[in-house]
Antibody, heavy 122, light 111 residues
Framework: QITLKESGRTLVKPTQTLTLTCTFS??????????VGWIRQPPGKALEWLAL???????RYSPSLKIRLTITKDTSKNQVVLTMTDMDPVDTATYYC??????????????WGQGTLVTVSS | QSVLTQPPSVSGAPGQRVTISCTGS?????????VHWYQQLPVTAPKLLIY???NRPSGVPDRFSGSKSGTSASLAITGLQAEDEADYYC???????????FGGGTKLTVL
C-alpha cells in the first residue's frame, strides 16, 4: 500500500521560509522512473504544480516560483523536502505531496497525500 | 490564469451525460503530451481518474471516459450519479514551461 503524508509548520509569517516534508511508504525513490512532487491549491482555487524530484535526483521547478523553491530527497528516510522562501499571504494554500510511481512514460501523479493547509499571516 | 482552460462549472441530472473540455496550446496538448484527469471530492485530495488521454486506472467505473484531439481534450461522464459531484482537473506537460500544468478545474453539480 502506497501512502504519502505532508508535515511542517501550518502557520508562517510573511517573509519567512516554509519547510515541508513528505514522508512516504510503499515505494522507493531509488527506483527508476519514480518521482515525488509538490502541488498547491489556494482556498477555492485550482491546483498549481510547484516542483518535482526524480529517482536520479533530476529536479524540476515551476518557472514562476523557481527562485524561491528547493526540493531535496532523502532516499534512506523515504522523505522529500520542499522549502519555499519569502512567504507571502498569497502563498496560503493546501500543499500536496504527490508521487509518480506507476504508468511509466506518463507525466502524472498517481498517488497523493492528504494535503496540509499552510496559512501565511502576521 | 491556468495554462489549460476548463469551464468553471457543468451540471446534469442523475442518469444524464456531461462533458468537460480542456483546451491547451501547441506547447502542451497540441505538442502531443498526454492529458490526465483528476477527480477531487469535497475536502479530499485529487484522485487520478483518466490517464494517457483515455485510459482508466483500475477501479474507475467505465462511466468515465476521456478523449483528445488537437489542442483539446474532453472528459465524459455518463449515467451521472450523485457521488460524481466533485471538481475535475485536467493535467498535461508543457514544453515551454518545462513542467506539469493543470486546468482551472470544473465543478460538476448533479442536479
Amino acid at each position: 500500500q502506497i501512502t504519502l503524508k505532508e508535515s511542517g509548520r501550518t502557520l508562517v509569517k510573511p517573509t519567512q521560509t516554509l519547510t515541508l516534508t513528505c514522508t512516504f511508504s510503499g515505494f522507493s525513490l531509488s527506483t527508476s522512473g519514480v518521482g515525488v512532487g509538490w502541488i498547491r491549491q489556494p482556498p477555492g482555487k485550482a491546483l498549481e504544480w510547484l516542483a518535482l524530484i526524480y529517482w536520479n535526483d533530476d529536479k524540476r521547478y515551476s518557472p514562476s516560483l523557481k527562485i524561491r523553491l528547493t526540493i531535496t530527497k532523502d532516499t534512506s528516510k523515504n522523505q522529500v523536502v520542499l522549502t519555499m522562501t519569502d512567504m507571502d499571504p498569497v502563498d496560503t494554500a493546501t500543499y500536496y505531496c504527490a508521487a509518480h510511481v506507476g504508468y511509466s512514460g506518463y507525466a502524472l501523479f498517481d498517488y497523493w497525500g492528504q494535503g496540509t493547509l499552510v496559512t501565511v499571516s502576521s | 490564469q491556468s495554462v489549460l482552460t476548463q469551464p468553471p462549472s457543468v451540471s446534469g441530472a442523475p442518469g444524464q451525460r456531461v462533458t468537460i473540455s480542456c483546451t491547451g496550446s501547441s506547447s502542451n496538448i497540441g505538442a502531443g503530451y498526454d492529458v490526465h484527469w483528476y477527480q477531487q471530492l469535497p475536502v479530499t485530495a485529487p484522485k487520478l481518474l483518466i490517464y494517457g488521454n483515455s485510459n482508466r486506472p483500475s477501479g474507475v467505473p467505465d462511466r468515465f471516459s476521456g478523449s483528445k484531439s488537437g489542442t483539446s481534450a474532453s472528459l465524459a461522464i455518463t449515467g451521472l450519479q450523485a457521488e460524481d459531484e466533485a471538481d475535475y482537473y485536467c493535467q498535461s506537460y508543457d514544453s515551454s514551461l518545462s513542467g506539469w500544468v493543470f486546468g482551472g478545474g470544473t465543478k460538476l453539480t448533479v442536479l
